[in-house]
């Protein structure tokens, strides 16, 4: 092997690392910043803007921390928020007492509808899906010790 093969050898290997490296540097995903807390209202609308300018990522962790849901929960509601499956705006809910909710949440318990009680007491605490699913397990086991 001739001295200029080796040297254009050299220089091709050099020029490939630093392509490959400015490549992998250049397609990074940017940090986003953090969310700021919202009302209701405003997060929704927040959340529309996000989907309709594709931002999904950022879609994404909004709808967690509004709904205080998990990534899975989420990034199906924000695709079908996108594909028009889902309505982007928040449905109004009406007004119930805490005994009329906690009655509800009972017989959907008694009922042995699970996942129909966690929403309810989701709706009506605010609670994360943990806390839920755990109060309303409580609430089973509770019921079930009753008789």
Do not use: T
Not at 37 to 64: D, F, P, T, W
């Amino acid at each position: 092997m001739s001295p200029s093969f080796l040297v254009l050898l050299l220089i091709a290997v050099v020029m490939g690392a630093l392509v490959g490296f400015w490549l992998r540097s250049s397609n990074r995903e940017q940090p986003s910043e953090p969310l700021p807390q919202l009302s209701s209202e405003e997060g929704q609308k927040s959340l529309a803007e996000l989907i309709e300018s594709g931002q999904m990522i950022n879609a994404i962790k909004l709808y967690r921390q509004i709904h205080g849901c998990g990534l899975k929960e989420a990034k199906d509601a924000v695709e079908a928020m996108r594909d028009g499956r889902a309505r982007m705006e928040p449905l109004e809910r009406r007004e119930v007492s805490g005994s009329e909710s906690n009655d509800a949440i009972e017989r959907a318990v008694r009922d042995n509808n699970l996942i129909q009680a966690i929403k309810l007491y989701r709706d009506q605490h605010g609670v994360g899906l943990k806390e839920a699913k755990d109060a309303v397990e409580a609430m089973r086991a509770e019921l079930l010790r009753r008789g």
